[in-house]
């Protein structure tokens, strides 16, 4: 059923506007989040729901009453945030999401990720809110730099926020220009609890891996915060410790202390690398930041590798054995 659809069943069943509430699935489609259902959930007043001489059953520990194309049930009028879309009462986006996580259906997976991308995207400090709720204050956020680089090391931050703090338009640091992300920083630096960083060397990446050397670089990033966390968003990496911690896909977009620890991971990386430019301006490290670009790629094969490279990549691995295969000629 498309929206104007599921209005008319609603109109036909002839109940009161102020006694039901839009919800799941059928919210989704007010909010034109998906296009169209087959069933109708509603929440109603226990005493419409008293009165409906329909059958009961019970799914995900509710009793829910169902006719032709509607469930409907007591509780899920209770809701704490509505819309209104059309006149009618619609449960809202954060509310549908969270109802949709709990029941957990397999079909719904991808539905429920976009879901949290699009109350992230409202409320970036919606994970944060929840951890709160459960009397958890202190929550680090956690991110790293430079995976994908043919140079220098990963670098991963962690970061403590206080519970009043603010900063308009923090994200993503990839999202942000270089002065905003270096206003960022300060700002991040003067108001969190607590900051610690995690350096982890290309030799160690060329040992290891960069997976496994990234894993390295945010395990000593929370252990350098001087205050220990309660609990540690990441952004999408699980990590093992012992402190509990929540893995979040697009955590640096989602999650407003993984932002901040993005933004404390790239400008401490990005100044090592123009440091690094100064010794080696030939290789542009200050525009690519250790990526690979054709300038840089150019610098490798007339110039050959620093000792800051890192061996295990293709392009640096490529250039050696082309160096140790003209050495066997000769």
């Given at each position: 059923?498309?929206?104007?659809?599921?209005?008319?069943?609603?109109?036909?069943?002839?109940?009161?506007?102020?006694?039901?509430?839009?919800a799941t699935d059928g919210s989704l489609v007010c909010h034109d989040v998906i296009d169209e259902i087959e069933d109708i959930d509603l929440g109603c007043t226990k005493e419409v729901f008293d009165f409906l001489d329909w059958p009961v059953r019970v799914e995900y520990g509710l009793e829910i009453k169902y006719k032709d194309c509607f469930n409907i049930n007591c509780d899920l009028y209770n809701l704490e945030h509505i819309d209104i879309i059309d006149g009618y009462q619609c449960s809202d986006l954060v509310?549908?999401?969270?109802?949709?996580?709990?029941?957990?259906?397999?079909?719904?997976?991808?539905?429920?990720?976009?879901?949290?991308?699009?109350?992230?995207?409202?409320?970036?400090?919606?994970?944060?809110?929840?951890?709160?709720?459960?009397?958890?204050?202190?929550?680090?956020?956690?991110?790293?730099?430079?995976?994908?680089?043919?140079?220098?090391?990963?670098?991963?931050?962690?970061?403590?926020?206080?519970?009043?703090?603010?900063?308009?338009?923090?994200?993503?640091?990839?999202?942000?220009?270089?002065?905003?992300?270096?206003?960022?920083?300060?700002?991040?630096?003067?108001?969190?609890?607590?900051?610690?960083?995690?350096?982890?060397?290309?030799?160690?990446?060329?040992?290891?891996?960069?997976?496994?050397?990234?894993?390295?670089?945010?395990?000593?990033?929370?252990?350098?915060?001087?205050?220990?966390?309660?609990?540690?968003?990441?952004?999408?990496?699980?990590?093992?410790?012992?402190?509990?911690?929540?893995?979040?896909?697009?955590?640096?977009?989602?999650?407003?202390?993984?932002?901040?620890?993005?933004?404390?991971?790239?400008?401490?990386?990005?100044?090592?690398?123009?440091?690094?430019?100064?010794?080696?301006?030939?290789?542009?490290?200050?525009?690519?930041?250790?990526?690979?670009?054709?300038?840089?790629?150019?610098?490798?094969?007339?110039?050959?590798?620093?000792?800051?490279?890192?061996?295990?990549?293709?392009?640096?691995?490529?250039?050696?054995?082309?160096?140790?295969?003209?050495?066997?000629?000769?």
């Amino acid at each position: 059923m498309t929206k104007e659809k599921i209005y008319k069943k609603i109109e036909d069943l002839g109940l009161d506007k102020h006694d039901y509430i839009i919800a799941t699935d059928g919210s989704l489609v007010c909010h034109d989040v998906i296009d169209e259902i087959e069933d109708i959930d509603l929440g109603c007043t226990k005493e419409v729901f008293d009165f409906l001489d329909w059958p009961v059953r019970v799914e995900y520990g509710l009793e829910i009453k169902y006719k032709d194309c509607f469930n409907i049930n007591c509780d899920l009028y209770n809701l704490e945030h509505i819309d209104i879309i059309d006149g009618y009462q619609c449960s809202d986006l954060v509310t549908t999401y969270e109802l949709k996580k709990r029941m957990n259906k397999p079909k719904d997976k991808k539905l429920i990720q976009k879901l949290e991308l699009m109350v992230c995207s409202l409320d970036n400090y919606y994970f944060e809110r929840k951890l709160r709720e459960k009397g958890i204050t202190l929550i680090a956020g956690v991110d790293e730099v430079g995976r994908g680089p043919l140079v220098g090391p990963v670098v991963a931050a962690c970061v403590i926020l206080p519970e009043e703090f603010s900063l308009d338009g923090l994200t993503d640091s990839k999202k942000l220009s270089e002065k905003k992300r270096e206003f960022y920083y300060d700002e991040i630096m003067k108001q969190a609890v607590s900051v610690g960083v995690g350096i982890i060397s290309e030799e160690v990446i060329d040992k290891v891996n960069i997976y496994e050397a990234t894993k390295l670089a945010m395990k000593e990033a929370i252990s350098n915060c001087t205050v220990r966390p309660e609990h540690v968003l990441i952004d999408a990496m699980p990590l093992s410790i012992d402190i509990p911690t929540t893995s979040i896909i697009k955590g640096d977009f989602k999650s407003i202390t993984i932002s901040a620890a993005s933004v404390i991971a790239k400008v401490t990386r990005d100044r090592m690398l123009d440091e690094l430019d100064q010794k080696y301006p030939m290789y542009d490290f200050k525009d690519n930041k250790g990526y690979p670009t054709k300038k840089h790629l150019d610098a490798i094969e007339k110039y050959g590798i620093i000792k800051e490279h890192r061996k295990s990549y293709g392009p640096v691995k490529n250039y050696l054995e082309k160096q140790l295969s003209f050495s066997d000629i000769f």
